[in-house]
C-alpha cells in the first residue's frame, strides 16, 4: 500500500462527498483502506480511489476483479442508521446516472448491480463500521469503465461487460468520478432527509426488477413472486400468486421465465 497518498481537494470546496480524495496505486481493497483511515484522516465525504485492486471484495463474499483502467473507490459516510439499508439500494443511482451521461443505458437489478443489457457493469458494497463511538458506512464502488472485456469474468447470469467494450471508447476515470461523486451528494442527502419517498420512487424508475417475476435468495431461504415495489425503508416487496405479501431487506435476485 502507498503510505503516502495524495490527498487532494476538489474544485467543488462546498461538497460534502469528494471534500477530500486519496490516491492510491495499488491497494488490497479501497474499502478496507477507508476502514483503516476512518476518524481523523477519513472524515464523512472523504473518497479513497485506487488504479487497481488485488483483493477487491463484492457482495456476499464474491471477488471483485480490479484490473487496471476501471475506477474503484470508497466513500466514507455517517449516516442515520435507520436509513442504511435506503442507502445501500440508491448508491447505485449515481452510477447509473454516470454510465448514462456517458451513454451507455444502464439500470439496476435490485439491491445494487449495475448492469447493461443483462451484463454486470458496477456493483457497490456498503460496509457498516463503528468506530471511536461513531457509526461510518464505507461505500464501495467498483465500476468496468476502461476495462478489457477478457479481464473481466464470466460470471453466471450473461457475464460483465465495460463502458470502453459497449462504446468503443476511454472514458477518464477522474471525470467519471467528479460526475459521479456530485450525483452521489445528490441521493446521499436525499436518503438522510424527508425526501425518502421520492428517493424510492427515482430509484425504481432506473431498476428492472419492479414489475418482473422473480426468485430472491435471501438467508432465511428462497421467496417468489412479483417485485411490486421497493419501500422508503429500501425493501423489496414481492406478492405471491396467492395476494401473499413479503418484504424482502437482502438477497440474490433471480429472474423467473416461465
Ligand atoms: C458487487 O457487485 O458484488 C459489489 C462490488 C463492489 C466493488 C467495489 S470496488 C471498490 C470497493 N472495494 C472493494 O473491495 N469492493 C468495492
Redesign the pocket.
Known sequence: MNLFPRAEVPAHVESLIGREIFRFDTVE????TAKELLGDRAREGTVIVAER?V?????HG?A?A?PPGGL???IVLTPDPRHVQLLNLVSGMPVVKALRHWSVLATLKWPN?VVFRDR?IG???CEGVHRHDTFYVVA???VNTNVPLDRLPAEAGGGATSLKAETGTEVSNDEFLEYMLREYEKVYKASQSGARNVLARDYMALCTTIRQRVEVATPEGKVRGTAIEVTPLGALVLVDDSGVRTEVADGSVTPLRE
Open positions: 481493497s479501497t474499502n478496507d485492486q483483493s477487491g471484495r463484492g457482495r464474491r471483485w480490479s474503484y473507490c470508497s448491480d454486470k456493483g457497490i458494497l464501495g464502488i467498483g
